[in-house]
């Protein structure tokens, strides 16, 4: 009976965190726009690109090509691009890059050392006023660049993200499901954290951020570590975390578009939320132990806003254990998989009705093909909130590119 | 810090390990339950039914209210039996009236027919005699006046006169007396006659009427008692067909564990319909380590009920329909389990 009832109060905190911040998303996004920061593309500093690349081969060549082709003045624009050690061909089509095109700079690790690092060593040899984090299997709209910088005329902003599209969105039902996912995330569950410059992870495909400012709280994400183990993955998050720590604001731009190659198979598709799962519970871990640094330099929204994503995690997952503990998982998990599979449809019929009006890159070819994808992604979603999130809590010492290759030295040195 | 760092790096490493051992144990275990729960086909749910149990006490209710019921029901048909014989007995006996009152109607019209007839004949001569009579009296009516011009003549005395007068006044007398029997007997002869009509079916005579009536009260009562008599035949026909319900009721009602268990606490099991076939009197019961495995003999079938049951899945949560089995455990203890299996072990160990 108990356990019932708390398995009630947990159903009902993860009910009420979906329903309210997509709600409050569709709300801002459709009511508040003023309230959203006002553009000054007359605003052009000097920026630097950094990439990272491991293992991307001739993909490289094409996102340093899109950022290259930019509406962004070229004199103002160097791109470093860095191989962390690829076993394939990967540094050839960054030279062949840099030697088509001016402003770049090609740089192989002498070891394999993971994105952030390899970032915060692009860092050191950036000469912009804005640095700029790219993915290396990104391509960009020209206008990426331009859009992130227009939003820094807001003083208080430190990092500026874009908006990540799914380059291949109509390969199988898992690509769908993602590119829905993607776009429900930046466009409506981000704008409540956006309309008070509190993102809490700017994505890492596309991230501008002010040199003083990625500088300020660079030391911090070299330091990162669990258990003395070297923490080399979720940099965008710990990044984005450090910066509102340290009294900044954030703001996503959804106007800046990038797109990524995402997972086209399952197996690849759970090492990549595994990795992602794993940084959202370090940061969550981190975001509790400096909870009062947060509270005292930013806003205790910014706190909420911090812990809330992983307490509904866990709540899911006690809702679960509960529901099993009173004999009642079962009828838990058809009751949330019905739902899902009753609302996909719907989704998918309100997904593809406003993307082909307001976001025509990110519709998709079919609805019916949409709603199979989301249904069938409807069997997932249970899976993935149990078994990866405590797979993710007992791995956090797992560390590297995870869905490339294993990372070769993960522990501090002396 | 470095030392420490990897002590808590171990531990955390140890934690982990076991945590994800247990985790994937146990949605291996919940998979496999799952399906066993699915494929078996022997499974069921141990009760203890308790003399306190809310269950019990409604069932007593029940079993009370359908008694008096039943009671009422066989007082119902008794004193529907007792009506039947009572009016059926009536209406032999109405119907016996009715023919022997139809039948003295019939002789006591043909006893008027030939009465009135006779009267009629008597009546003739009667008129016949006083027409006689009627000439006689004016013979003396002249007699009378000679006796008057005698009397005045005084040929004879006034003695001789009165004499005379006297005797013609009694023959006038006699002849008016026999007048009046003329009409008497028209009277009686009319009355005779009008009654042999209505008798017959007419409707000249207001007295024979009544006995007709009589005779329409009859056939009324008759009519009556019949209407009545197949009432409440149907009324016992269906008391009769109440009655064997409700002692079918009762029977099952009494044959509940729920009953029994008003004295003593009773063992049942919930079987599904789908598990029932392994039911049998008899059959052995096995309870089993966690759920399903090292299966020991715990007691056998005793009973089979045969009321539906509701119970919740062991696995799945949901309602589902069945049957209780009465149960003799070896030991107590295994009433306990939260399942056992019926008829055979459910894994051959």
């Given amino acids: ?414 | 810090m470095k030392r420490l760092h990897g002590i808590y790096l171990s531990m955390y490493r140890i934690i982990g390990f076991i945590f994800l051992i247990g985790l994937v144990g146990s949605i291996i275990w919940y998979g496999i339950s799952l399906l066993f729960f699915t494929l078996n086909k022997s499974w069921a749910i141990p009760l203890v039914i308790s003399p306190t149990q809310d269950k019990v006490l409604n069932h007593q209710a029940q079993v009370a209210g359908f008694e008096q019921n039943y009671a009422k029901q066989k007082v119902d048909l008794l004193n529907a039996q007792t009506s039947f014989d009572a009016k059926k007995k009536l209406l032999e006996s109405s119907i016996a009236l009715r023919s022997r009152l139809a039948n003295t109607i019939k002789s006591e019209a043909s006893r008027y027919a030939v009465e009135s007839k006779n009267l009629s004949s008597s009546l003739n001569e009667r008129r016949g005699s006083i027409k006689t009579n009627q000439q006689t009296i004016s013979t003396l009516n002249s007699l009378s006046s000679d006796v008057q011009k005698e009397l005045q003549a005084g040929l004879i005395t006034k003695e001789q006169a009165l004499g005379r007068q006297i005797q013609l006044q009694g023959l006038s007398t006699s002849i008016i007396d026999q007048k009046n029997q003329a009409i008497d007997l028209e009277h009686k002869r009319k009355e005779l006659s009008s009654a042999s009509n209505t008798l017959s079916g007419g409707n000249t005579n207001l007295t024979a009427f009544k006995s007709d009536l009589e005779i329409a009260n009859l056939d009324i009562l008759i009519a009556q008692l019949q209407t009545d008599l197949i009432t409440i035949d149907a009324t016992i026909h269906s008391l009769n067909s109440t009655i064997a319900e409700s002692n079918r009721v009762l029977t099952t009602l009494k044959n509940s564990p729920f009953y029994l268990a008003l004295r003593n606490p009773t063992n049942v099991a919930f079987l599904t319909y789908d598990n029932l076939k392994n039911a049998k009197k008899d059959a052995p019961i096995y309870s089993c380590y966690l759920h399903m495995i090292f299966c020991h003999k715990a007691g056998k079938v005793n009973a089979i009920y045969e009321a539906e049951e509701y119970a919740r899945h062991p696995m799945f949560k949901t309602d589902i329909k069945g049957r209780f089995i009465g149960i003799t455990f070896n030991d107590l203890e295994d009433s306990q389990d939260s399942v056992i299996f019926v008829g055979r072990k459910p894994l051959f160990f």
């Avoid at chain 1, 000469?127 to 005329?153: Q, R, W, Y």
């Fill in chain 1, 1 to 414: 009976m108990i356990t019932e009832y708390v398995s009630s109060i947990f159903a009902i905190m993860v009910i009420c965190y979906a329903i309210i911040m997509y709600g409050l998303g569709t709300f801002f996004q459709l009511y508040l726009g003023k309230y959203f920061v006002k553009k000054d593309y007359s605003y052009q500093p000097t920026v630097s690109v950094m990439l990272s690349c491991f293992n991307e081969g001739e993909t490289v060549y094409h996102t340093i090509k899109s950022m290259r082709e930019s509406n962004y003045p070229i004199e103002k624009l160097e791109i470093l691009a860095f191989d962390d050690c690829s076993k394939d061909d990967s540094f050839a089509w960054i030279q062949k890059a840099a030697a088509e095109f001016p402003n770049i700079k090609a740089v192989k690790n002498k070891q394999n050392q993971g994105k952030a690092h390899s970032v915060l060593d692009a860092a050191k040899m950036a000469t912009g006023e804005i640095l700029v984090g790219v993915d290396s299997d990104c391509i960009f709209h020209p206008n990426a660049i331009k859009e992130l910088m227009a939003c820094f005329a807001e003083p208080k902003i430190a990092a500026v993200g874009g908006r990540v599209g799914v380059k291949n969105s109509n390969v199988n039902w898992l690509t769908r499901y993602q590119t829905v996912s993607y776009a429900l995330s930046f466009i409506l569950l981000k704008s409540v954290e956006n309309i008070f410059r509190k993102i809490q992870c700017l994505s890492g495909p596309l991230v501008a951020i002010r040199r003083e400012c990625f500088f300020e709280v660079a030391p911090q994400v070299q330091r990162r570590h669990f258990l003395g183990v070297k923490v080399t993955n979720g940099e965008d998050r710990a990044l984005t975390q450090m910066l509102l720590r340290a009294g900044y604001s954030t703001y996503l731009n959804i106007d800046s578009l990038c797109w990524t190659t995402v997972p086209t198979k399952l197996s690849e598709y759970v090492r990549q939320q595994l990795r992602w799962r794993r940084s959202a519970i370090g940061q969550w871990l981190d975001a509790l132990v400096r909870l009062p640094v947060m509270l005292k330099n930013n806003t205790t929204l910014s706190a909420l806003f911090s812990l809330m994503p992983v307490f509904v995690l866990m709540s899911w997952i006690l809702l679960v254990i509960t529901s099993w503990i009173s004999g009642n998982l079962i009828e838990t998990l058809n009751r949330v998989v019905i739902f899902h599979v009753i609302i996909s449809p719907f989704i998918a019929l309100f997904y593809n009705f406003f993307a082909k009006r307001y976001f025509k890159e990110d519709s998709l070819e079919s609805t019916y093909a949409l709603s199979i994808g989301l249904i069938v992604s409807s069997l997932w979603f249970p899976f993935s909130g149990v078994v990866i999130t405590i797979f993710a809590l007992c791995t956090l010492d797992d560390a590297g590119w995870v869905t490339r290759a294993e990372p070769e030295n993960n522990i501090i040195k002396d």
